[in-house]
Nanobody, 125 residues
Framework: QVQLVQSGGGLVQAGGSLRLSCVAS????????LGWFRQAAGKEREFVGQ???????YYGTSVKDRFTISRDNAENTVYLQMKTLKPEDTAVYYC???????????????????WGQGTQVTVSS
């Protein structure tokens, strides 16, 4: 049984930083690309970024240069380091996994097989 368990998140002031973690079990971690998505209240799900199995990363335009994704294959963990947070970053954040052989743009949520439970990030102004 595959599980993605997220931790981190919470309330932070604008300009602050947070780090989210996502620990995977039940899969061969190195065979998967790990993505991060977010969904703000009343809005559609938005692509945040992805770490490929070779650790190449991609980012959505709204977070590029502020957010960093890293992964530790030995610990089956992917991280989302968020800096210079803005109120518009407030959302529920999800990690997701898809097989590395999937040929599709990183932002296509429907191509991800497994999802974390989501964690709330709230940025106050």
């Amino acid at each position: 049984q595959v599980q993605l368990v997220q931790s981190g998140g919470g309330l932070v002031q604008a300009g602050g930083s947070l780090r989210l973690s996502c620990v995977a079990s039940g899969l061969t971690f190195s065979d998967y690309a790990l993505g991060w998505f977010r969904q703000a209240a009343g809005k559609e799900r938005e692509f945040v970024g992805q770490s490929r199995s070779d650790s190449t990363t991609y980012y959505g335009t709204s977070v590029k240069d502020r957010f960093t994704i890293s992964r530790d294959n030995a610990e089956n963990t992917v991280y989302l380091q968020m800096k210079t947070l803005k109120p518009e970053d407030t959302a529920v954040y999800y990690c997701a996994a898809r097989r590395k052989v999937v040929v599709a743009i990183p932002s296509r949520a429907s191509t991800y097989d497994y999802w974390g439970q989501g964690t709330q990030v709230t940025v106050s102004s």
